[in-house]
């Protein structure tokens, strides 16, 4: 499966589900649409992995730089 941008991968998601919630699918269609959504999923956690890495807050203390890593306030 080729890589897609995070939001394009939750909008497939997205429709994955409600396919696989009204039931018109056969066996066979569902269990595609779920190892889809499976894929899906994967690359939207390596996505947001890459995403949280490169959130890394460099400051410059003493004369040496130092990494945070960045915590969403809430």
Do not use: H, P, R, Y
């Not at 409600?18 to 649409?33: C, F, P």
């Not at 889809?36 to 947001?48: A, D, N, P, T």
């Amino acid at each position: 499966m080729k890589e897609v941008k995070f939001e394009e991968a939750i909008k497939q998601l997205e429709t994955i589900a409600t396919e696989l919630e009204k039931g018109d699918l056969s066996l066979e269609e569902s269990v595609a649409k779920f190892e889809e959504g499976m894929e899906l999923s994967k690359q939207c956690s390596e996505i947001i992995e890459k995403a949280e890495k490169k959130i890394t807050i460099l400051l410059q203390k003493d004369g040496k730089i130092e990494e945070e890593n960045f915590v969403a306030e809430e």
